[in-house]
């Protein structure tokens, strides 16, 4: 098992080290910032002139658009992932690409120029895939920074405008990846990073991932992504019914167990809470359960909590504070 030293977290030599863990992360807001910047006019420009019949979404984050439009959007909404188009649609709907020159991509931009659809595309000015898109029914969102999340973020904005979204207050949105930027920052120590407490707690833990909203856990599959690669370690996002076989299965604390000798198999869980303020009825139930389970099975459980703002600066505030914890584990496991 890897060594987990929380010495590495205060470093500075190991920090500037891993610069290029953290400076990414830390440059989000700046992205989102640049990339609504510069998609301001393609954004004014966007008017409603009849409701679509459907939306379908290519690209990276399109399932990020669909769990932010799914609890609201009044029209069907698919994330396709296959070459072309579905074969019903056309003039009617609405086609969002979402960066990168893919054959998915290209072959969708490509097919809704042919059928007439109305096209939102968030691509490079003079890319493949914006030449592939020209068309007089289509929107390009200029991008620059080729950071998908952020190109998601201000196409939901354009979705907005089309009467097919929630509002997206661009600004704010970078403000608060900001702020989780601050606090996370290398420069604040362990007793008030609440990233770097993140990773203290999972140090030796096999992460379990919950979230209980649409955007939570979608957050929750983002983050067990990145703690994965991260540690190298087996680390599951599921659902509460999923995830609490696995907690009751773990047993009691041996008090005269020797922690020096525990091995990658005989890591305990270590749950991992989501909250985004936006739990139904149903959420509740299941957040307390898994809190009560792991409270008996002596599972340590951290949160990732924020709950202010709209939809999508709750889901990419959350996201951050899991990415940057996971980067933390990574520089103090000695893997970055």
Not at 46 to 59: D, L
Not at 186 to 199: C, G, R, T, Y
Request: some cysteine.
């Amino acid at each position: 098992m890897d060594d987990f030293e929380d010495a590495r977290l205060e470093d500075p030599d190991v920090l500037s080290a891993a610069d290029h863990l953290l400076r990414p992360l830390a440059e989000t807001g700046a992205r989102v910032r640049r990339e609504s910047m510069m998609a301001e006019g393609p954004l004014a420009a966007i008017a409603v002139e009849e409701r679509a019949r459907a939306i379908i979404t290519f690209g990276p984050e399109a399932r990020l658009l669909r769990a932010v439009l799914e609890p609201t959007c009044p029209v069907p909404l698919v994330a396709w992932p296959r070459l072309g188009l579905p074969g019903w649609v056309g003039p009617l709907d609405v086609v969002v690409v979402l960066g990168g020159g893919d054959k998915a991509s290209l072959a969708g931009a490509f097919e809704a120029v042919r059928r007439g659809c109305r096209l939102l595309v968030a691509a490079e000015e003079g890319s493949l895939l914006a030449r592939e898109a020209g068309s007089s029914a289509t929107t390009l969102l200029p991008t620059a920074t080729g950071d998908p999340l952020a190109a998601a973020i201000v196409a939901l904005a354009g979705l907005h405008k089309l009467g097919l979204g929630p509002a997206i207050d661009l600004r704010q949105v970078a403000d608060a990846m900001d702020q989780v930027a601050a606090e996370s920052s290398a420069l604040v120590d362990i007793a008030q990073n609440p990233a770097k407490a993140v990773a203290l707690e999972l140090a030796a833990a096999a992460p379990l991932v919950w979230g209980g909203s649409i955007l939570a856990a979608r957050a929750s599959r983002r983050i067990a992504e990145a703690l994965r690669a991260a540690t190298g370690r087996v680390v599951l996002s599921a659902d509460a019914g999923a995830l609490e076989p696995l907690v009751a299965g773990v047993r009691p604390r041996d008090p005269f167990a020797d922690p020096f000798e525990e091995s990658v198999t005989s890591l305990r869980p270590g749950l991992v809470m989501i909250d985004d303020g936006r739990d139904d009825e149903q959420a509740v139930e299941e957040r307390q359960r898994l809190r009560a389970l792991a409270f008996t099975q002596e599972v340590m459980v951290s949160n990732l909590v924020h709950t202010e703002g709209d939809p999508v600066e709750r889901y990419v505030t959350v996201l951050l504070k899991g990415l940057f914890a996971a980067a933390y584990l990574q520089i103090g496991l000695g893997r970055a």
